[in-house]
Every structure is written in structure tokens, then in C-alpha cells.
């Protein structure tokens, strides 16, 4: 439920005073109400007064060590509040693990760019993002077309689109059909390796966030 202590500190928090208009802070408030009326499990209790301040609190330190401003924030927000179910360590793992796109070795600032403008393509697991990852490396798939678009935005049949066979032979089209590269098949195949996503700070991208975001906290 919204109500006046969330909306107090939402725009204590986040400056919404400021940076939006009477019109944009209704909207804003309303899609706030809608995300919190809503339960996949239809049970509410998580979503406390304290479990939400947590929630925000947890996220937005986190983005403004990736470099957002306050009214990035907002934007990232209006665009899915769902980013509020965020396990922050996750989300983290997740940027680091993203560092290995060839996008990033063009512009140092391309996952915070995407996580402004399309936070729902966040709502794929960690673990699947690694799947993806992994597996696309074992086959042979050529690393300069392992993007974002690949890893984060495909469904899950898009992706295993790319690893079916079909008349222009490729090595690492291996499978008959979509429905032999399964969400489930992948995670039993290719489960995380925090040794690796660990490695994965050294990467000169992930050197900043990696300072940034483990200043105050011990090295996962």
C-alpha cells in the first residue's frame, strides 16, 4: 500500500520535488501504488514500510556508485519499478559479468546507459545471464556478436534461435530445434562460478565499480 510515510520518503530520497512536475509526480506516485498493490505470490507482507525503505536505499547507493545522478534514478524507477526487487550483490555480479561485452570495450559508460534507459532487460537472472554467456563461449560463437542484446534482451527462444541448425553451417549451430536449448537446460549446464564472476573484477572496465562499490564492504 502507499501510503504517507512511503511518499514522504521517496521524495526526501530521491529530491522528486525537484526534479519533476505536479503532473509527472502523480504519474510517478501511481505507478509507485501500482507496483505495490501488486503480488505475484499474493502476499504483501515484504513489501513493509521498512522492507521498501531497504529496498530503495540498497538500490540507489548502488547506482550512484555506477555514476547515475538523482534524476537518473527517477528515470530507471518510472521506467520499472520492479528494479525495487533487485538483489543488489546480484545486480552487481550481473554488471561486472557484463563488462565482457565487446559493447563496453567501446563505451566505458554502456551499462549504465542501458540500465537507465531499459532496467526491465535486469529482470533476467544472474545465473541465466552466465548460462548464456558460458555456453555461447563453449560453442564457438564469435565473441564480437556476444552483446547485450544476446545476453540480457532475447527471449528465450531468440536466443536459441542463433544455435539452430540450418542451411548456412555454422560450428555452434548444434541444436535441432528451440526447444532443445531450454532455460533449464542451460542452468543445469552451465551453473554459476563465483571463482570466475570473482575474476572478474581484475577486467580494467570493472575496475572503477569494483572500487567504487566494495570501499565500505568486504570482497565477494
Known amino acids: 500500500m502507499l501510503t504517507e510515510q512511503v511518499i514522504v520518503y521517496f521524495k526526501e530520497k530521491l529530491g522528486l520535488d525537484v526534479y519533476l512536475s505536479d503532473n509527472e509526480m502523480i504519474m510517478f506516485f501511481a505507478s509507485l501504488s501500482g507496483y505495490l498493490s501488486h503480488s505475484r505470490t499474493g502476499n504483501s507482507s515484504g513489501r513493509t514500510f521498512g522492507t521498501i525503505k531497504k529496498n530503495l536505499d540498497d538500490l540507489y547507493d548502488f547506482l550512484r556508485k555506477i555514476g547515475c545522478k538523482e534524476r537518473e534514478i527517477i528515470t530507471i524507477l518510472e521506467n520499472s519499478f520492479d528494479m525495487l526487487n533487485v538483489e543488489v550483490k546480484k545486480l552487481y555480479n550481473k554488471y561486472l559479468l557484463l563488462g565482457v561485452i565487446k559493447d ?4 566505458p559508460d554502456f551499462r549504465k546507459k542501458m540500465i537507465i534507459t531499459r532496467p526491465r532487460d535486469f529482470r533476467v537472472s544472474l545465473e541465466m545471464v552466465y548460462a548464456r554467456y558460458m555456453f555461447a563461449v563453449s560453442v564457438g560463437y564469435p565473441e564480437a556478436k556476444i552483446n547485450w542484446s544476446m545476453l540480457m534482451h532475447d527471449t528465450n527462444s531468440e536466443f ?25 537446460w542451460l542452468l543445469n549446464n552451465f551453473p554459476i562460478d563465483d571463482n570466475f564472476i570473482n575474476s572478474l573484477k581484475d577486467l580494467e572496465v570493472n575496475k572503477g565499480i569494483v572500487m567504487q562499490f566494495e570501499q565500505e564492504q568486504p570482497r565477494m
Open 160 to 184: 536459441a534461435k542463433k544455435f539452430v541448425k540450418n542451411a548456412y553451417y555454422k560450428p555452434y549451430k548444434i541444436f535441432e530445434s528451440t526447444s532443445d536449448c531450454t532455460p533449464e
Open 104 to 107: 563496453c570495450e567501446s563505451d
